[in-house]
């Protein structure tokens, strides 16, 4: 299984960029990159995927590094319901059985 | 859809008694996860199932815990006899076919005293 490294926790001032970083650096040829998001008593919310390339959604973007060994999550502009968990996962070759680490958790302050 | 719906949310039972949480998947999907998420041990990934067929249970903890689908839509998690070291909050996930987005339920909080 590819093992992640992600910083215990980060804090962010509202309306500003913030960028989570992901090291996976055993992670192979076919494994796509998820970032799921946990906010407080609730279940895992799926945030963005990508393989290769950089990808944009309506809630963020990811960034993958040229070699694949890291990417990073990028919010645009946090509020303060965008403090939770943040899950990096490397999907198991295409399994897409998904295994959390301990991810970052991320305080937005007001 | 009212997304992955799960019962009860909250469950509290004395040792040895059986327990059944209970998930109903997003319509159309057919991808099944349980999770447990404890304050130690955080999420785990109990067991995985595809097209109603358990593909995964190495993170079942033991003899204690089964889980099966019934059918397409529900999936059940039993745990028989319970222990106080259960006590955790309990998630399910569906996926649908080629989709890369799991949807999780609310989850159970389950506390055996």
């Known amino acids: 299984d590819a093992k992640t490294t992600q910083p215990n926790s980060m804090e962010s001032n509202e309306e500003e960029p913030v960028h989570l970083p992901c090291n996976h650096s055993?992670?192979?040829?076919?494994?796509?990159i998820h970032w799921y998001r946990q906010l407080p008593s609730q279940g895992p919310e799926y945030v963005i995927h990508?393989?290769?390339s950089n990808v944009n959604n309506r809630m963020a973007s990811l960034a993958i590094a040229e070699d694949r060994k890291s990417s990073t999550l990028i919010l645009h502009r946090a509020t303060l319901r965008d403090a939770a968990v943040y899950y990096c996962?490397?999907?198991?070759?295409?399994?897409?059985?998904?295994?959390f680490g301990t991810g970052t958790r991320l305080k937005v302050l007001a | 859809d009212a997304g992955v719906i799960q019962s009860p949310r909250h469950e509290v039972t004395e040792m040895g008694q059986e327990v059944t949480l209970r998930c109903k998947l997003i319509s159309g999907h057919n991808s099944l996860f349980w999770y447990r998420q404890t304050m130690m041990r955080g999420l785990e990934l109990l067991i995985y199932?595809?097209?109603?067929?358990?593909?995964?249970d190495s993170g079942m903890p033991e003899d204690r815990f089964s889980a099966k689908m019934p059918n397409a839509s529900f999936s059940t998690l039993k745990i028989q006899p319970s222990e106080p070291r259960d006590s955790a909050v309990y998630f399910c996930?569906?996926?649908?076919?080629?989709?890369?987005?799991?949807?999780f339920g609310q989850g159970t909080r389950l506390t055996v005293v």
């Open positions: 996962i490397p999907n198991l070759g295409g399994t897409y059985k998904y295994i």
């Open positions: 199932f595809n097209n109603n067929v358990p593909i995964d």
């Open positions: 990508g393989l290769t």
């Open positions: 996930a569906s996926r649908g076919e080629g989709g890369a987005e799991a949807f």
């Open positions: 055993t992670i192979s040829g076919t494994d796509y």
